[in-house]
């Protein structure tokens, strides 16, 4: 038996849900998880004409649930690391390649953000 | 303004038209009861009644009142002045479709609580001296609150540590990013005023 509060509850997160599911287009993408490298395809709109641009690097984390979940990839432009989160369900997402599966032990991978050259490398998983 | 009561349901984010990530509030509002006309002649002024939501054990005088408009005694009433001569009538079932995708609402809460609260949060003072330096134990304090021996006491209204929140606000030109006639929800762009579950005002 549930408490009245707990009702409650249940009701509130049903009609957020309902209103994410009515409201939010879900995307379809294959599996990926933190320490694998993918490839993403997304437009960009400059002035009136829309281009498809990609951007390649390893999963950091993936973040939130549902219709509002986000994933952060980073990637070495030249010495510098560059960090984007994209919204899973964004409209302007057009396929996500998955191009390595990594070994990693945790779901979150920020210590690779101090580490450079042959330490930054993270093992395949195999099979 | 005329509008209705409605109940805060939470935040959370949606796609719009350009594919922008737009933060969001969902609102569950109405239906609304119109409960009493009030008149020029009897009242001394124009309004309409309307209530929301069900008392759980109304007295006899609440549920005699609402009978009157052949409803339930309701658990929020509120009076809007600027209903159309003639729109509605006693007993009347307002709904969400009142109002339209991408018009501009003005949204009335009650903020949360925030207990009692120093200068520094309550009404933004910096705070006296330095951090450093020797400096200790002024960092968040009022400073001077007023002369001396000359008036010889504070004056009315200055500002000091004490309860904050549980105010009444409204929070004005709201986007409605969605509508849905179904479940009576109102999606609007941005925050909205108090908890989860608090009664809110929508007006258009």
């Keep these: ?127 | 303004m005329p509008g209705l009561i409605g109940k805060k349901i939470g935040m959370t984010s949606i796609f719009d038209a350009d594919g922008k990530n737009q933060p969001c509030t969902v609102i569950e509002l109405g239906p609304c009861v119109v409960t009493q006309l009030k008149t020029e002649d009897v009242d001394g002024y124009a309004a309409v009644q309307i209530g929301f939501g069900d008392q759980k054990n109304p007295v006899q005088a609440a549920a005699g009142h609402a009978n009157k408009a052949n409803t339930t005694a309701k658990k929020k009433y509120v009076e809007f002045k600027d209903f159309a001569e003639g729109a509605v009538s006693l007993g009347d079932v307002l709904t969400v479709e009142m109002f339209e995708e991408g018009e501009f609402v003005d949204i009335v809460g009650t903020t949360k609580g925030k207990g009692f609260q120093g200068v520094v949060r309550r009404h933004g003072f910096a705070g006296v001296g330095q951090s450093t330096h020797g400096q200790h134990n002024r960092l968040r304090a009022p400073g001077s609150i007023g002369a001396g021996s000359d008036p010889s006491r504070v004056f009315k209204g200055t500002r000091m540590g004490g309860r904050m929140g549980v105010d009444r606000v409204k929070i004005q030109n709201l986007q409605v990013l969605k509508i849905d006639t179904e479940q009576n929800l109102l999606v609007v762009k941005g925050s909205v005023p108090g908890a989860k579950q608090s009664l809110v005002i929508v007006e258009k």
């Design chain 1, 1 to 127: 038996m549930l408490t009245i509060d707990e009702r409650i509850k249940c009701t509130v997160m049903d009609l957020i849900k309902y209103v994410q599911e009515k409201f939010v287009e879900t995307k379809e993408f294959p599996s990926f998880a933190a320490g694998d490298t993918i490839t993403v395809y997304y437009q960009i709109r400059e002035g009136e004409k829309t281009r498809t641009q990609f951007f390649r690097g390893d999963v950091l984390q993936r973040s939130g649930s549902g219709t509002t979940e986000t994933f952060t990839i980073r990637k070495m432009s030249g010495n510098i690391g560059v960090e984007r989160i994209f919204p899973v369900n964004m409209p302007n997402l057009e396929k996500i390649e998955v191009n390595k599966r990594g070994k990693v032990r945790r779901a979150r991978i920020f210590y690779q953000r101090e580490r450079t050259g042959k330490s930054a490398r993270i093992k395949e998983r195999r099979g």
